[in-house]
């Protein structure tokens, strides 16, 4: 299995709390990524990095940020959590785009938002 | 940009049966194709992929996938439902550069 942890694995929270879900690898992959899965929408992408403090935003990157300082940690940061964000949230990794590799996934961080 | 579609949400099938999960994408340039499997409470594993090496693709657990360029399609197939096999289903494609984009995925049962 691809080394990638997810901490913490399940968290209730305020809304209006600022929350920090981390993402770390063993792999040295240069990609890493966050998406959020909820029902009815499949996996959608929040947003991702194809380096050290070079990240770009996905799809719902709304009241998302994201910080890579090193080349093993990703971190992604709710600033003012909303009920809205309640979902799962996936970390995955990758080689990177264009090279036809996978992207391995991580066990997921399930994020209830009250 | 690229996307992919899985039309439905579920599908039933009994032990024994054929399985067959529809993808279909939208590019202009056919993509690097993937299968991933979610089993409850866990994260997503990958089935199979397609890289343009062949366009029958066989992966884990006897399943298979052909992509088809006039179809813009990347179908998995599995000739014999096992209980096993219940779980969700995506589909996901990534164009060159682009990043990773899932289908809204297909949940599998498995009827004894």
């Known amino acids: 299995d691809a080394g990638i942890t997810q901490s913490p694995r399940h968290k209730v929270t305020e809304t209006g709390t600022p929350v920090t879900l981390r993402c770390h690898q063993t792999?040295?992959?240069?990609?890493m990524y966050w998406y959020r899965q909820d029902p009815g929408h499949g996996l959608r992408l929040i947003h991702y990095?194809?380096?050290?403090?070079?990240?770009d935003k996905g799809e719902v990157s709304d009241g998302y940020s994201v910080s890579r300082s090193k080349t093993e940690d990703f971190l992604l940061t709710l600033e003012s959590a909303t009920s809205s964000q309640t979902s799962v949230y996936f970390c995955?990794?990758?080689?990177?785009?264009?090279?036809?590799?996978?992207?391995?996934f991580g066990q997921g961080t399930r994020l209830t938002v009250v | 940009a690229q996307s992919v579609t899985q039309l439905g949400s579920h599908v039933s099938v009994s032990e024994g049966a054929l399985v067959l999960l529809r993808c279909n994408y939208s590019s202009s340039v056919p993509p690097y194709l993937f299968w991933y499997v979610q089993y409850p409470n866990q994260g997503l594993q990958l089935l199979l992929k397609?890289?343009?090496?062949?366009?029958l693709v066989k992966g884990i657990n006897d399943f298979e996938a052909e992509f088809k360029k006039s179809e813009t399609s990347f179908h998995l197939t599995k000739p014999s439902a096992h209980m096993s096999d219940a779980a969700e289903y995506f589909c996901?494609?990534?164009?060159?550069?682009?990043?990773?984009?899932f289908g809204k995925g297909m949940k599998l049962t498995v009827n004894p």
């Open positions: 996901a494609a990534q164009g060159g550069s682009e990043k990773l984009v």
């Open positions: 397609y890289t343009s090496a062949a366009t």
């Open positions: 990095s194809y380096g050290v403090k070079d990240t």
């Open positions: 995955a990794i990758s080689e990177g785009p264009g090279i036809g590799t996978e992207a391995f």
């Open positions: 792999e040295n992959h240069r990609y």
